[in-house]
């Protein structure tokens, strides 16, 4: 039996691409001949490989909230404390304020895009939020325990007032405003949350 002609590009290449340029410009902005110029692909390859354009976005969704997780527990695990991870979470998160390509955040965006609309969409984007706020619940865990949290407000509002702050502040950020503007709310959400 003949396997067929095996793959000649990056699957994860691909992917990555195809999700920034969502990322970028949204689903519905998004058409099939910028993808397969993004992608560097035929339209007979990008639908072996993902399907159709809904698959792909739905795939690029996970992989976004895939490589953040990946990110954010890398940056968890090499932080000496909890409040240092959340410091600089929070931080990098505003540094995007003095970039030009202010994206905001890819679940975010596609929410306000698709989420009220497309059930399938909305479920992935809240199983990518649950995931990132894993992270977040291991960090505000290890903080109760190093004594740098000391509120009596439970862990899961806690995490929650993170994931919702930080989702405002990237969302502030893709609207413009500057960094010196945004440094005090870091300092106030770290305030609240940390002694």
């Not at 862990?155 to 405002?168: E, K, Q, R």
Request: glycine share 6%; net charge positive; with cysteine.
């Amino acid at each position: 039996m003949n396997p067929g002609r095996p793959r000649e590009f990056n699957t994860e290449h691909a992917l990555e691409v195809a999700m920034q340029q969502f990322w970028r410009a949204g689903y519905e902005a998004t058409s099939l001949q910028d993808l397969l110029d993004v992608m560097k692909l035929s339209k007979s390859s990008l639908y072996q490989t993902y399907g159709s354009k809904h698959e792909l976005f739905l795939r690029s969704i996970d992989f976004y909230q895939q490589t953040s997780v990946d990110a954010l527990q890398q940056c968890l695990n090499d932080s000496p404390t909890s409040k240092a991870f959340m410091k600089k979470l929070l931080e990098d998160v505003i540094a995007e304020a003095a970039s030009k390509k202010k994206k905001g955040c890819f679940l975010v965006n596609t929410a306000n895009e698709l989420s009220h609309r497309d059930k399938t969409v909305s479920t992935v984007v809240l199983n990518g939020f649950a995931n990132i706020a894993g992270v977040i619940k291991e960090a505000i865990k290890l903080g109760k325990k190093e004594g740098a949290i000391t509120s009596t407000v439970s862990t899961d509002i806690l995490v929650n007032y993170i994931v919702s702050n930080v989702s405002g502040l990237r969302t502030m950020v893709k609207s413009g405003a500057n960094k010196n503007e945004l440094a005090p709310l870091v300092n106030m959400i770290m305030k609240t949350v940390y002694k």
